[in-house]
């Protein structure tokens, strides 16, 4: 066989082998590139303790490390598999991409909020949420988030957290 290399390809993996390929060629016809992940996007960490790095490797410095578990994070740059992240209050730095989830939560924000039973000021409240309280992001319409927290299922206004766009929908 000399310096000949073969390979064995199943038809269903040739089959996808040639989708892919016709896909990029059709991308870089137009001019552009495949889709990637939109930035920003919100995301929520993973684990108890994340490095936040100052650059995307694990040769930077950690300068923090996150201690809470579901805290949404605001994913606004990328590099392989690292993700520059900022804080509700800001801070910015590079994890591991492993260490988020694209489970969606929110972070109250201000002063106490009031949880309602429907979207709607004047609906009854079932809870109140003190500023910092997590909760898990389950609806959004219009001006209005549904999240859970604590036990606790109820409508608060998007302006009262922090973790969704003010113009976003969920899929």
């Given at each position: 066989m000399g310096d000949e290399l073969q390979c064995r390809v199943s038809r269903p993996h040739r089959l996808a082998l040639i989708a892919s390929m016709?896909?990029?060629i059709a991308f870089a016809a137009d001019g552009q590139t495949p889709p990637a992940d939109k930035l920003p996007r919100f995301a929520s960490l993973r684990s108890d303790e994340v490095n936040l790095r100052v650059g995307p490797g694990e040769n930077y410095p950690i300068e923090w490390v996150?201690?809470?578990?579901?805290m949404p994070?605001?994913?606004i740059e990328q590099f392989q598999n690292w993700r520059r992240v900022q804080d509700w209050e800001g801070d910015k730095g590079w994890v591991m991409d492993r260490m988020l989830t694209s489970k969606r939560a929110v972070l109250v924000e201000g002063s106490v909020r009031g949880l309602h039973r429907l979207p709607d000021a004047a609906s009854a409240l079932i809870a109140r949420a003190e500023p910092g309280v997590i909760g898990k992001l389950v609806e959004l319409q219009g001006?209005?988030?549904?999240?859970?927290?604590?036990?606790?299922r109820g409508w608060v206004r998007r302006?009262?957290?922090?973790g969704v766009f003010a113009d976003e929908t969920l899929q």
């Open positions: 016709l896909l990029l996150f201690k809470r578990k579901d994070v605001e994913i001006p209005w988030c549904r999240i859970e927290a604590a036990g606790y302006d009262e957290v922090w």
